[in-house]
């Protein structure tokens, strides 16, 4: 078992149990990624880091959508009368998704604690441009990061 963070670029390599590895190493926009083209691309990437392992493979693949705001910022609280919402958690799910799930629980019952105060008082998320604006920009940034980071296909 192991935990890795999301991050819109670069790779994340963890050593877990058994000596095993878990690899984060891909993101893309609007649409879900084959099996066969995540495996391919992971694949790509492990070989070019570690040239002598080119028999490995991969055991598993898994992935899903991830909720990112511009800024990094989680959007917590009330939306509307009763319906509550903890969304944008940019990758950080299993622990900031735990522990605002115990917030949005402590709001809802009318708790005040010290945390839901400040977690109440963080920076909200900035706005988005509509499409196809946001589409461009992602899709540009994407590509200058990866320019940057020496990665571009």
């Not at 604690?113 to 499409?131: F, R, Y």
Request: with cysteine; aromatic share 8%; glycine share 10%.
């Amino acid at each position: 078992m192991g935990l890795i963070p999301a991050n819109r670029m670069g790779t994340t390599l963890r050593k877990i149990q058994n000596k095993r590895f878990m690899v984060r190493s891909a993101y893309s926009y609007e649409k879900p990624q084959t099996e066969s083209t995540v495996l391919e691309l992971l694949t790509d990437c492990y070989r070019r880091r570690y040239p002598a392992a080119k028999s490995h493979r991969f055991e598993h693949l898994w992935g899903g959508a991830t909720a990112l705001t511009r800024n990094g910022a989680t959007y917590f609280g009330e939306m509307s009368p009763n319906l509550y919402a903890s969304v944008g958690c940019n990758g950080a799910g299993v622990l900031k998704g735990t522990c605002y799930g115990k917030l949005l629980a402590e709001l809802i019952m009318g708790h005040r604690t010290q945390e839901l105060v400040d977690v109440l008082a963080m920076d909200k998320p900035n706005w988005l441009p509509p499409e196809p604006l946001r589409g461009a920009a992602v899709k540009t940034a994407i590509y200058l990061q990866k320019r940057k980071a020496g990665a571009e296909r």
